[in-house]
């Protein structure tokens, strides 16, 4: 045993050298597999070659996609195959409907979404928790045979506690009621409400368990989808989570601003299978269509064509990206985008300074006030290269807006849970909807612009004012910036 005992104090320094030689080779072989892009696998590459052992811990712990993409995609096959053949009729013709330039963006739309472009929807606009809780609420109330929620964020907060009571009186109504909450999510409220919706009976799941049971902002792989559908019929989506400081009642001079949606027809339905999907991958149950889905989705007296695009980190990557750069190059006149995190990859921000530079009117709306310091700083740095190529920003005025709104000419919009970031388009499942509707995208377009008038135009000197250290503060952040 000393024999053996001195044997590896000698050559144990050798083996530890060994050892992280393999794992940084294994490491970065994997990288270099399967990043899809090139800026990502040169820097993870680096990472570890720089620091073998501790670069391939932090790969292993930060850079894996441990989703499994033949069994999602399995999954989502067989939920949306059973949607989509309940679906009739054939795709609407959007030149009639918004202009014959949004023809090709039909034509993306086809491409990235598994879903048919259906009329016959009715969409409203909500402003803030005080008008979109009490809707849900109401449609909880109203609600005879299911309901399907899911949330990045459900505070167990006054807020959050009424609608977590909405679910209980349907549940003792009988109604048959699915939560779905992502892990990291359900950590900014403690306790967790997961835990009060189990103890009342309330069918309730986490979206991919963070194992190490921290609230982690920035973990990659979160839900961040928004969905609320009652009896397959009533759907709600939009950019809002479930908490308090959205209501001007509960929030006072903290109130946060936001932007959801209600909406009715064939598009609701979507969002069921959306959902359907989230939960048989979380909890393995499937919920039958007979009883979920509405059998004969009535059409809308508004008529609204529309579908949805769902985003994650398998099989339909980059789908929300592709839409993007479909929109930005159709345009003809006036792309307007609301994001509280803006933070466009290269291929991104060349599409819209080319739109700029076409003559195209950009208007690109951020909060004055961020919620995420890293990401304010890390998009302060980027500015400059839309303003010099002809883009306006705004940083608007008062409290914290998390709207995520996007208008195209008078004919097309986009809304959703998708921030204009590399975190929302390629590391976290989301979900949008397009609409190609006049009066929606007017009404839309109605409300970006009184937010453009309540905030204050950036220029390129108001960027080369700010001093040098912070400037270069700004810089060092963006350089991480894929991971904010």
Known sequence: MD?????????WPHLIFAAGIIASATAATHAAMTKQDVRAAIAWVGVILLSPIFGSAFYLIAGINRVRHSQLQQQRDRSFRQYLGEQNGNCPDVSDISGSQFDSLCKVGNRVSRFPLRSGNA??????????????????????????????????????LEIAQALLRARERGVEIRVLIDAVGAKYSHPPI??????????????????????????NLRSHRKILVIDGRIG???GMNIREG??????????????????????A?????????????????ILPHSTWYEPEPGLMPANIVARC????????????????????????????????????????????????????????????????????????????????????????????NHSKLLTIDEGWSLMGSSNMDPRSLRLNFELDVEIYDPAITAEIARRIDADIADSVPLTLDDLAAIPFRKRLRNRIIWLASPYL
């Not at 946060?256 to 598009?267: I, N, Q, S, Y």
């Not at 769902?310 to 609301?338: N, Y």
Request: proline share 4%.
């Open 309 to 400: 695009i769902q985003s994650g980190p398998d099989r339909t990557i980059l789908s929300t990206h592709h839409l993007l750069l479909g929109a930005f190059a159709v345009a003809q006149r006036h792309i307007r985008i609301q994001s509280p995190y803006f933070l466009p990859d290269l291929v991104l921000a060349g599409a819209l300074n080319t739109a700029a530079r076409r003559g195209i009117t950009v208007d690109i709306v951020i909060p004055g006030k961020n919620n995420l310091r890293l990401v304010n700083y890390a998009m302060t740095a980027q500015l400059d290269q839309f303003i010099r190529n002809g883009c306006r920003v705004w940083r608007q005025n008062g409290n914290f």
């Open 246 to 267: 959205f209501v001007r009642e509960l929030a006072g001079t903290k109130l946060a601003k936001d932007t959801h949606f209600r909406l009715e027809g064939p598009v």
């Open 236 to 238: 709600f989506t939009g």
């Open 194 to 219: 997961n835990r009060w919706l189990r103890k009342h009976g309330i069918r309730t799941a986490l979206f991919m368990t963070n194992p190490l049971g921290l609230r982690m902002p920035y973990a």
């Open 269 to 285: 339905q979507q969002l069921l299978s959306v959902f359907a999907h989230d939960w048989e991958f979380t909890t393995h149950e």
């Open 123 to 160: 969409i409203a606009l909500l402003c803030g928790g005080d008008e979109t809780y009490p809707a849900m609420v109401q449609a909880i109330d109203g609600a005879t045979r299911t309901i399907a929620l899911q949330s990045y964020i459900f505070d167990k907060d006054r807020a959050g």
């Open 3 to 11: 024999d053996l005992h001195a044997l590896f104090q000698e050559y």
